[in-house]
C-alpha cells in the first residue's frame, strides 16, 4: 500500500503564489507517474487533471488551463511531488489532489487509471 498525503494549501490573493507537496509512504519504490488533480467547488463528480511527471522527472504535462503558471517536479529521494503555483487565479479555486499511476510514465486525464490518491488540499484564491 502506499500513502499520499498533501499539504501547502490556503488563501491566496489573485496574482499570489502557492507550493502543493504530497508526501508519499508505504511501498514507493516501484516507478511510478505522480498527478495533482482538482475538484473545483460545486464539482464534487468531477476531478480535472492539472499536471503530471513521470519517473525520473524529465518528462511533464499541463493542463492548458495552467501550462506557463504551474510547475510540477519530484523529489525522489525524499519521496515527494511538488505543485508550484505561480500566478492565481479565482478559478484556480479547488481542492487539490495527489495521485499515483505504477508506470515510469503513464499520464492520464482519466481518475480510473491512478491506483492512490491523497485525501486533497484546498486552495482557496480570491479576487
Known amino acids: 500500500q502506499v500513502q499520499l498525503v498533501e499539504s501547502g494549501g490556503g488563501l491566496v490573493q489573485a496574482g499570489g503564489s502557492l507550493r502543493l507537496s504530497c508526501a508519499a509512504s508505504?511501498?514507493?519504490?516501484?516507478?511510478?507517474?505522480m498527478a495533482w488533480f482538482r475538484q473545483p467547488p460545486g464539482k464534487e463528480r468531477e476531478r480535472e487533471f492539472v499536471?503530471?511527471?513521470?519517473?525520473?522527472?524529465?518528462?511533464?504535462t499541463y493542463a492548458d488551463s495552467v501550462k506557463g503558471r504551474f510547475t510540477i517536479s519530484r523529489d525522489n529521494a525524499k519521496n515527494t511531488v511538488f505543485l508550484q503555483m505561480n500566478n492565481l487565479k479565482p478559478e484556480d479555486t479547488a481542492v487539490y489532489y495527489c495521485?499515483?499511476?505504477?508506470?515510469?510514465?503513464?499520464?492520464?486525464?482519466?481518475?480510473?487509471?491512478?491506483?492512490?490518491w491523497g485525501q486533497g488540499t484546498q486552495v482557496t484564491v480570491s479576487s
Open positions: 495521485t499515483r499511476r505504477t508506470t515510469p510514465w503513464g499520464p492520464s486525464k482519466n481518475t480510473q487509471d491512478y491506483d492512490y
Open positions: 508505504g511501498r514507493t519504490l516501484r516507478p511510478n507517474t
Open positions: 499536471a503530471a511527471i513521470s519517473w525520473s522527472g524529465s518528462m511533464t
